[in-house]
């Protein structure tokens, strides 16, 4: 008898499941119900603990979306982690994982919504360490330092609905909106959101967690884990209209965008320029959010997971056959050897940049023509606009670097598309990378949006991104490459390419004080002063006076008897005094 696999039965629990959650959104979306399950876990006396759960259009479509991504990572790993002697519990990781994200997703509860997302930050950490490494342990701990900092401000969050009835903020949110307490709780929870979300200052994590095995990458680093920020800002939108947060969350997604965009445009390392992407869309959807729109935000947020995921695991088949080597500069003609593999990653690759009538685009498009009608300042508009360009600049050159050309690894190699279990994980994504986009702007928007601008503005989104492939075929050219290695440009390369110095400013920059304090501490009191007054002092005189007494015995058999009278004389007094 032959024995399911736990990644063929994990697969087929989850496809099916997500298939249920989409089927029961689409009748939620169409009947605009939404249900509030409340569970009762403990009744004793007077005391409730009452678990709450909230099903509606969105909580049931990011639950099918996120069971059907996980779905295709765990078949895709039945073949990539085939070497793996643990494969059984990387795959109860990332069960785990899902699982965590699952109550992430229809809790209402700022408690329930804490324990998801401490088992998220808990559960990535130990996928982050997975291939245990030093760089592994170093990004692993970055992730969870970071991520520390959201699950205090939820914390703290936690603490302020102390003054409300229940911690139920669905609740309170639009009764409650203009109160100081309501608006303490959502500067916590925006908080939250950028630590989850790698907004800056907190960007230097995510392209460190790419030490993760490729299909953690594919779920958790594109998906699902960074969007829990944005989801949980959604849920949480009406605090950011017409607000100072959201002025202030707009400006700072708006910099993660660009920063991420440039910085992709000087990687070399696949999985951290797929990483990039990810941090850059992640600005698009925080920054449309905090305009408003959350809608929208929601509807990049879904688009974005489909194809990023597929990114992420043509990446791992590529990386998978180049014998685990990430360069792309020794990449070169994938598209001759590996042609399927080639034809999906360009699919998701055209998906990113927002190809028109595959999934990006219709998101992608929407929220530049909205961003066109809305009453945005000129800085935040170029933000957008460049940032765009750049995501199609930085897909170009990664696609002229790693698909055309010649092979620049060495001249015997494996490479072949024969991985047909990671094939068909790749197929099925592939599948709704080029249908998602249309069939959810359909779902969600009954009603066909009128954008009504004039022929230039409708035109901008396309020259922004025809000039920003351009310029990702010349800056793909090897010659431009060493110019910006030669010392006029190291100094602005090194900080471009570097996410602004974030990794080091994050690291070092946060440690070195505190470091330096406790080295001066260590070495003037605890081994400085308190040593010399202390044990050591003690230990010196110690040895000092049985010193003196040893001299004083060995030296004179009189000098000894005599000593030995005196303390006979003083004990004897002694004795007749009491």
Not at 107 to 112: F, G, T, Y
Request: proline share 2%.
């Amino acid at each position: 008898m032959k024995y399911l696999s736990i990644c063929s039965i994990s697969f087929i629990n989850l496809i099916s499941i997500s298939m249920s959650c989409f089927l029961l959104s689409l009748y939620f979306l169409l009947n605009n119900m939404i249900y509030f399950i409340e569970w009762e876990v403990v009744s004793l006396n007077s005391l409730s603990v009452v678990m709450t759960f909230l099903f509606d259009w969105m909580s049931l479509l990011f639950m099918s979306f996120v069971l059907m991504i996980s779905s295709m990572v765990i078949y895709y790993s039945k073949e990539y982690m085939s070497s793996d002697i643990n494969i059984n519990r990387f795959i109860m990781l990332v069960l785990m994982f899902v699982l965590s994200m699952m109550l992430l997703i229809i809790s209402p509860n700022l408690i329930s919504i804490l324990l998801g997302w401490d088992g998220l930050g808990l559960v990535s950490y130990c996928l982050v360490i997975y291939f245990q490494n030093i760089k592994s342990y170093s990004a692993g701990m970055l992730t969870a330092l970071s991520n520390r900092i959201g699950d205090v401000a939820l914390l703290l969050a936690i603490a302020w609905m102390l003054n409300y009835g229940s911690w139920n903020f669905v609740f309170y949110l639009e009764v409650m909106q203009n109160e100081f307490f309501m608006k303490m709780i959502g500067s916590l929870v925006v908080l939250a959101a950028m630590t989850k979300s790698a907004q800056i200052p907190f960007s230097s994590w995510l392209p460190a967690a790419m030490a993760a095995p490729t299909p953690v990458s594919a779920l958790v680093h594109s998906s699902t884990l960074v969007t829990a920020g944005v989801y949980l800002l959604i849920r949480f939108n009406i605090l950011l209209s017409n607000s100072f947060m959201g002025q202030f969350l707009l400006l700072f997604s708006g910099l993660t965008m660009f920063m991420a965009g440039l910085g992709a445009n000087f990687e070399f390392d696949l999985k951290k320029i797929i990483a990039l992407s990810t941090l850059s869309q992640l600005g698009l959807m925080m920054s449309i959010l905090s305009m408003g729109f959350y809608k929208l935000a929601m509807f990049h947020l879904l688009t974005h997971a489909l194809f990023k995921a597929l990114l992420f695991m043509c990446a791992g088949s590529i990386i998978h056959n180049m014998n685990n080597s990430q360069d792309i500069r020794l990449m070169g003609g994938l598209s001759i050897h590996m042609p399927i593999t080639s034809a999906c990653f360009n699919v998701s690759n055209l998906a990113l940049c927002g190809m028109p009538f595959l999934a990006g685009f219709y998101s992608k498009d929407m929220i530049l023509e909205i961003v066109m009608l809305s009453n945005i300042n000129l800085f935040s508009f170029f933000l957008y606009f460049f940032s765009t360009g750049l995501t199609v600049c930085y897909s170009f050159r990664l696609v002229y670097y790693s698909m055309t050309g010649d092979l620049n690894c060495g001249s015997l190699n494996m490479l072949s598309d024969e991985g047909w279990v990671m094939l068909r994980g790749m197929l099925g994504l592939l599948m709704m990378s080029i249908i998602g986009g249309s069939v959810l702007n359909w779902l969600i928007f009954p009603i066909p949006y009128m954008i009504c601008l004039p022929i230039m503005m409708k035109l901008l989104t396309m020259f922004v991104c025809i000039l920003g492939g351009v310029m990702g075929y010349l800056i793909s050219f090897v010659k431009l490459y060493f110019l910006n290695k030669s010392l006029i440009f190291y100094n602005i390369t090194n900080f471009l390419g570097s996410m602004w110095f974030m990794p080091f400013l994050s690291t070092y920059g946060i440690i070195f004080y505190p470091l330096n304090y406790g080295q001066i501490v260590v070495k003037s009191f605890d081994q400085g002063w308190s040593e010399y007054f202390g044990g050591q002092h003690l230990y010196q005189k110690l040895v000092n006076y049985s010193q003196m007494l040893f001299l004083m015995h060995n030296n004179s058999l009189k000098v000894y008897l005599l000593l030995f009278v005196f303390w006979v004389t003083i004990l004897f007094n002694l004795v007749l005094l009491f």
